[in-house]
């Protein structure tokens, strides 16, 4: 087992950052590919990026390329998920999940094994 718990979400102004953390306990953080999905109101949960278990790839969904960054520390537990430029249309529950698979698969939330229990984002205008 892998539990995840997410912090760092919060109410921020359009054009703002915030900085995503997901900490993980439980078996070995190091033999997971992590992930962080999102799902707006009324709206599918969507992928938002992944990265390798040793940070050696990532994977960024075109809506958020180049303004968001993963990363991890391993020796921390911890995944991160640094966001710039937030928009309105950012606004949703985010949520890390834990995978062995990979790139593409680690783009559908079937691929994760454990998920965390979300963490608010809203953007406002």
């Known amino acids: 087992q892998v539990q995840l718990v997410e912090s760092g979400g919060g109410l921020v102004q359009a054009g703002g950052s915030l900085r995503l953390s997901c900490a993980a306990s439980g078996r070995t953080f190091s033999d997971y590919n992590m992930g962080w999905f999102r799902q707006a109101p009324g709206k599918e949960r969507e992928f938002v990026v992944a990265?390798?278990?040793?940070?050696?790839?990532?994977d960024y969904a075109d809506s958020v390329k180049g303004r968001f960054d993963i990363s991890r520390d391993n020796a921390k537990n911890t995944v991160y998920l640094q966001m710039n430029s937030l928009q309105p249309e950012d606004t949703a529950v985010y949520y890390c999940a834990a995978t062995r698979q990979y790139f593409r698969s680690w783009r559908y939330g079937g691929a994760y094994d454990y998920w965390g229990q979300g963490t608010q984002v809203t953007v406002s205008l």
């Open positions: 990265i390798t278990w040793n940070s050696g790839n990532t």
